[in-house]
């Protein structure tokens, strides 16, 4: 059960990628992970460290002794964590216009004053910046 809790903590770091699509919750694909790997992560990835790039190449390169169910689903998982980290990145520069205009932030250091203005939705809220706030999780 160790391994499974470490698993839901080190999976929001995964990298990102460059892609907009749905996203799935960081703590969904955690256990979908942890469900469907959990013991061929114990048997074929004991010594390995558990960070997302570690973790999927070492699930990768087991391919061969992986049960069905893990096979069928890391990749769905570590996709998903993917696209969720690569919206949460992508906020900023879709919501540019929208975090000066609507939310009067000027300062790039004030993320988290456009974030909450963000997410409270100011009206006149551009459809791509709203769209992102939404798949990166922040609503």
């Known amino acids: 059960m160790n391994l499974i809790r470490l698993i839901l903590l080190v999976l929001p770091i ?6 907009l699509a749905q996203t799935m919750k960081f703590e969904d694909s955690a256990a979908l992970l942890g469900a469907s790997c959990a013991k061929d992560i114990e048997a074929n990835c004991r010594g390995v460290n558990l960070d997302p790039t570690r973790m999927k190449d070492c699930l990768s390169r087991n391919q061969d002794v992986l049960s069905p169910q893990c096979k069928s689903d890391y990749g769905k998982a570590f996709e998903a964590i ?3 980290v690569a ?7 879709l919501c540019e216009r929208d975090i000066v205009k609507l939310c009067g932030v000027t300062d790039k250091n004030e993320r988290t004053k456009a974030l909450e203005c963000l997410i409270a939705g100011p009206r006149g809220i551009g459809i791509n910046c709203n769209k992102s706030v939404t798949e990166a999780g922040y609503r």
């Not at 995964?14 to 892609?19: M, R, V």
């Not at 919206?87 to 520069?93: D, G, H, I, M």
């Open 82 to 84: 993917q696209k969720r």
């Open 14 to 19: 995964a990298a990102a990628s460059p892609a």
């Open 87 to 93: 919206a949460r990145a992508a906020v900023f520069k």
